[in-house]
């Protein structure tokens, strides 16, 4: 006996349906998609329901009626691949679907363009935020293929592209796929931020070949990597382990409080690339320098506020991971703010070379009910002389990590 929901993909046009797929959408007595899938069925006689922005009340209706009725769900292309299909999977239990799938929009893309796509990177920004996961491909010289949404569009993309330093690259724009009207459009990022395009669209996005690639992201890279200030940069070996002290989810939002020139948000960007990274920082030169690393790291889910800590902090979302690397006499009041603001089960991981500060930080984490871990890092250099080498000091550095009980 067939599952009660059936969730066909239409391909990129209704001609994409095969007899059977057309014979099960005539059987059913309820009929659930868009508005433009479901107007070829107009003539059906069955219950039909549009789906919108109401998810829930969408896996409601579909779980109060599935018991009576024979269900079935029009999707675009293949309902599996950045479709609703996973979000009816997960609601109503796999026990309760079956999916047709059909031909992705990106399959019948790079098919228009004549292409092979098995080594093309993928990315949704159908309300999501991938951006960061989108120009780190870009920045090791992939192509990436992008579903957009009316809210970020080609125009839209073309525009944080240019923004992040990819003005070089080309755009290709297909409109209204398996449509009358589907067009192909190969633009430069430049035009295609003053162009208008239909709502009904895909872009393959293609670096310069010739472009130089921006440099892998690693824990710990050389200081050298990053534009700073006079050595006011957390060093590569204690940044290595302020990293691993913070445990970072690919999801997580992450604020870097008293950025410098923002290497541990750079290198917090390897982890954390469908999540939010935020450098609060308030000296302007400094600033420059995180939005330059920024750059040429491809990091395009960070944001650089330029604020006196503890101000700026109000307008930013609730972070799971803290790490702060500034704060001179203000500490205790930029770790109370953070504490408050901190989700159950978040981290916040505090470096210093001053005893005070080390004593504010613990007394205060203590004081906040945080579970707290101390070590101290002693880096010793080799420097070389002229018939061997000797071990310079750097400073030490205590670490304190500060965990909040879920």
């Not at 059906?44 to 789906?51: A, E, T």
């Not at 240019?162 to 459009?185: A, H, M, W, Y």
């Not at 130089?212 to 382990?241: S, W, Y």
């Not at 203000?330 to 210093?352: D, E, M």
Request: glycine residues 10%; contains cysteine; hydrophobic residues 45%.
């Amino acid at each position: 006996m067939s599952p009660p929901i059936t969730i066909i993909g239409t391909g990129v046009s209704p001609d994409n349906l095969t007899a059977r797929q057309m014979a099960i959408i005539g059987g059913a007595d309820i009929l659930v998609g868009g508005e433009r899938l479901l107007a070829p069925f107009a003539h059906l006689k069955c219950r039909q329901r549009i789906i919108d922005k109401d998810l829930k009340g969408l896996g409601d209706f579909l779980e109060q009626q599935m018991a009576a009725n024979a269900i079935v769900v029009l999707t675009s292309g293949d309902p599996l691949f950045f479709g609703i299909g996973a979000f009816l999977a997960r609601r109503l239990g796999t026990e309760n679907i079956r999916v047709m799938p059909n031909v992705s929009a990106v399959a019948c893309a790079f098919a228009r363009l004549g292409e092979p796509w098995q080594d093309v990177r993928v990315v949704s920004l159908h309300g999501r935020s991938h951006t960061g996961t989108m120009l780190r491909h870009l920045a090791t010289g992939e192509t990436v293929a992008v579903y957009t949404d009316p809210a970020h569009g080609p125009a839209w993309l073309a525009d944080l592209l240019i923004r992040n330093g990819f003005s070089d690259l080309s755009l290709c724009v297909l409109e209204q796929l398996g449509t009358p009207l589907e067009k192909i459009l190969r633009l430069t990022p430049e035009t295609a931020r003053q162009t208008v395009f239909s709502d009904l669209n895909l872009v393959v996005l293609k670096p310069d070949p010739s472009r130089q690639q921006q440099p892998d992201l690693f824990p710990g890279m050389p200081d050298d990597r990053f534009v700073h200030e006079n050595g006011l940069i957390t060093k590569a070996e204690i940044r290595a382990v302020s990293l691993s002290r913070l445990r970072l989810f690919d999801r997580a939002v992450f604020w870097d409080l008293g950025a410098g020139s923002g290497s541990v948000s750079i290198e917090a960007g390897q982890f954390i690339t469908r999540g939010s990274i935020v450098a609060v920082e308030q000296h302007a030169r400094r600033v420059g320098h995180i939005r330059e690393n920024r750059r040429r790291f491809g990091i395009g889910n960070l944001t650089v506020v330029e604020a006196r800590l503890p101000d700026g902090l109000a307008g930013l979302p609730d972070p799971d991971r803290v790490f702060i690397g500034g704060g001179g006499s203000n500490l205790a009041a930029i770790v109370q703010i953070a504490a408050q603001r901190l989700k159950p089960g978040g981290i916040i991981v505090i470096n210093t070379v001053l005893i005070d500060t080390l004593t504010i930080a613990r007394q205060t984490l203590l004081d906040l009910g945080f579970e707290i871990d101390m070590i101290q890092l002693q880096v010793n250099r080799a420097t070389p002389m002229p018939f061997s080498h000797r071990f310079e000091a750097a400073n030490p550095v205590w670490i304190i990590t500060g965990s909040r009980p879920q």
